[in-house]
């Protein structure tokens, strides 16, 4: 009699609310989970925080994945060019190579944390032999749902939130609203400074590539631009308060997600990333 083959069971924590619910979620259901984290060595201390909270909650090891080859090495390796929406190396580089490589060739379920109310794709890995599957859609939780599970369980929403971060992701990703990029100066000013040295020209074609689009770090860092930029986000909160008086937090964070969509044909690697 054929021997039968080992599933293994993974599920992503990105740092974000969605897979850290998930991670809640599942925890009782299969016992047997492995939960990764790769690690870009560009995430916010926060992150890091609050993947020791979700791991003390599982009672399990949170691996992490790529710890010793992060961002800096594949940036030196694609010459110095930085990512974006149009060219995003990080995701596959640093996200999707090492999942793949932790699962190998063996059979794997990955359990990904769209919501049922989400109209988009979750990374699917091209390999065979890794199948994923998506709990929070097949039993109809939605955004409160994944608030309740947090909260409930005392894991909380993750703490950048606090200072008005959306998304998980690198300190200097791409994604990054122009409000989140004052909250980074205002909270973070050093890893601002960070972000803002690998602005620079590209040195095989001259182009200057910025993190936030059509403008610089430097420029964006202006004392009158930011107060700009703080009072035409404080303009949209009100809107969207106005169309939804019990607006909750969980919602507008939804709102500033949906904003933000990827808009090309590789959305699907960034949600390992945000979600």
Same mark, same amino acid.
């Given at each position: ?45 926060? %992150? ?6 979700? $791991? ?17 090495? =594949? +940036? ?12 995003? =190396?990080? *995701? ?6 090492? @999942? ?30 890794? *199948? ?19 909260? %409930? ?7 950048? %939130?606090?200072?008005?971060? *959306?998304?998980?992701?690198? +300190? ?14 205002? %909270? ?9 040295? +690998? ?8 182009? @200057? ?14 004392? $009158? ?22 607006? *909750?937090?969980?919602?507008? @964070? ?22």
């Amino acid at each position: 009699m054929a021997e039968q083959k080992k599933v293994r069971h993974i599920l992503s924590l990105s740092g974000g609310k969605d897979s850290a619910a998930l991670a809640i979620y599942m925890r009782d259901r299969v016992p047997e989970m492995e939960y990764i984290f790769s690690d870009t060595q560009k995430e916010l201390p926060e %992150t890091y925080e609050y993947l020791d909270r979700i $791991a003390s909650y599982l009672g399990k090891e949170v691996v992490r994945l790529n710890a010793d080859i992060g961002f800096d090495h =594949w +940036y030196e390796m694609y010459g110095g060019m930085i990512p974006s929406n149009h060219r995003r =190396w990080c *995701t596959r580089a640093l996200k999707l190579k090492p @999942f793949e490589q932790y699962c190998g060739d063996q059979e794997v379920v990955n359990y990904v944390g769209l919501r049922a109310e989400e109209n988009r794709g979750g990374y699917i890995s091209h390999k065979s032999n890794i *199948t994923a599957v998506y709990p929070f859609k097949e039993d109809g939780l939605v955004l409160r749902d994944i608030e309740e599970i947090l909260r %409930t369980s005392g894991v909380g929403m993750p703490p950048y %939130t606090q200072w008005g971060r *959306t998304r998980s992701g690198c +300190y200097f990703c791409f994604y990054q609203q122009k409000i989140e990029w004052v909250r980074l100066k205002e %909270t973070h000013p050093d890893l601002y400074d960070k972000a803002k040295a +690998y602005e620079k020209p590209y040195e095989k074609t001259g182009n @200057f590539f910025t993190w936030s689009q059509g403008e610089s770090l430097s420029e964006l860092e202006q004392p $009158a631009r930011m107060e700009h930029i703080k009072r035409e986000h404080v303009i949209r909160i009100e809107r969207q308060k106005s169309r939804n008086e019990n607006v *909750t937090l969980a919602k507008v @964070f939804a709102d500033a997600e949906s904003a933000q969509e990827p808009d090309d044909d590789d959305e699907q690697g960034c949600l390992v990333c945000q979600l």
